[in-house]
């Protein structure tokens, strides 16, 4: 089993920035493949970014391109995922998940958090 626990969400202007976190426990090792996923109100849920923890290797939705950055701290079993230039469209509750192959596929993932709500101010 692996447990996913985010922090970090909020309510920002447009503009501003937000670090989200994930911590893991369990048996985290089992899961090579960590993401971001999203959830928009009346929308489905949407890619965000994925790394693999140990290569370090990502893959990001081009929609968050160039803005977002998914990281990991080996050390502290955790996920990152800095949000620059946060627009009114990325309002969503953010997911962390893992799994054990790598892509934007929530397909891939079988271990998810309970989410976190970032909303964006026009």
């Known amino acids: 089993q692996v447990q996913l626990v985010e922090s970090g969400g909020g309510l920002v202007q447009a503009g501003g920035s937000l670090r989200l976190s994930c911590a893991a426990s369990g048996r985290t090792f089992s899961r090579s493949a960590r993401a971001w996923f999203r959830q928009a109100p009346g929308k489905e849920r949407e890619f965000v970014a994925a790394i693999l923890w140990l290569g370090g290797s990502t893959y990001y939705a081009d929609s968050v391109k160039r803005r977002f950055t998914i990281s990991r701290d080996n050390a502290k079993n955790t996920l990152y995922l800095q949000m620059n230039s946060l627009k009114p469209e990325d309002t969503a509750v953010y997911y962390c998940?893992?799994?054990?192959?790598?892509?934007?596929?929530?397909?891939?993932?079988?271990?998810w958090g309970q989410g976190t709500q970032v909303t964006v101010s026009s």
């Open positions: 998940a893992a799994g054990s192959v790598y892509g934007g596929s929530s397909d891939n993932y079988d271990y």
